[in-house]
T-cell receptor, first 113, second 115 residues
Framework: GNSVTQMEGPVTLSEEAFLTINCTYT??????LFWYVQYPGEGLQLLLK?????DKGSNKGFEATYRKETTSFHLEKGSVQVSDSAVYFC????????????FGQGTRLTINP | ETGVTQTPRHLVMGMTNKKSLKCEQH?????MYWYKQSAKKPLELMFV???????ENNSVPSRFSPECPNSSHLFLHLHTLQPEDSALYLC??????????????FGPGTRLTVL
């Protein structure tokens, strides 16, 4: 089946620190991979995506590279800000008659000034 | 209003009550979704509608009853819920379910507490 595993949270960092949130997946077929972010009191927003192996998704200083050989899609940012505090979800979709998103459990990130 | 809106934002109900959650999207989309977000668990897809037709029921108990009267509105009718149903219920929409990925846009959710 299709599943996504994220690193356990919560993650607490100081401002300007380097961020990595690990994500690995199992999937039948050829998945597309996504990172969603959920700020306090809001719904999920698409942060970035990659649709094929070796693609790099990027947005707002965040990056993630689709690694087929390691079935991973780790999220990175070189210098985090307090405003990056949120819950981050890794997800995949495989088109099997219809698209369906499968999410990881989410990782809560807190950035201290 | 823009994007996806959900009402109410917070709901407290007893196990014998009947209530409804409402979702409205202002994006011209044709597919709508209900998700359940519980603490320390992945988001669970509950129902999917495409052009008002239900295409997915992810083994959801019958005490949850969805309704999609048109492509812009989605309801979740609740009756005789259990305390373990307490969660954040998220609505989402996307262009449709055709081939290729269409980004899903999420509402802010309804925080449900069942006493």
């Amino acid at each position: 089946g299709n599943s996504v595993t994220q690193m356990e949270g919560p993650v607490t960092l100081s401002e300007e620190a380097f961020l990595t949130i690990n994500c690995t997946y199992t999937a039948t077929g050829y998945p597309s991979l996504f990172w969603y972010v959920q700020y306090p009191g809001e719904g999920l927003q698409l942060l970035l995506k990659a649709t094929k192996a070796d693609d790099k998704g990027s947005n707002k200083g965040f990056e993630a590279t689709y690694r087929k050989e390691t079935t991973s899609f780790h999220l990175e940012k070189g210098s985090v800000q307090v405003s990056d505090s949120a819950v981050y979800f890794c997800a995949l979709t495989v088109f099997q008659g219809a698209q369906k998103l499968v999410f990881g459990q989410g990782t809560r990130l807190t950035i201290n000034p | 209003e823009t994007g996806v809106t959900q009402t109410p934002r917070h709901l407290v109900m007893g196990m014998t009550n009947k209530k409804s959650l409402k979702c409205e999207q202002h994006l011209g989309h044709n597919a709508m979704y209900w998700y359940k977000q519980s603490a320390k668990k992945p988001l669970e897809l509950m129902f999917v509608y495409n052009f008002k037709e239900q295409t997915e029921n992810n083994s959801v108990p019958s005490r949850f009853s969805p309704e999609c009267p048109n492509s812009s509105h989605l309801f979740l009718h609740l009756h005789t819920l259990q305390p373990e149903d307490s969660a954040l219920y998220l609505c989402a929409s996307s262009q449709d379910l055709a081939s290729g990925f269409y980004e899903q846009f999420f509402g802010p959710g309804t925080r449900l507490t069942v006493l």
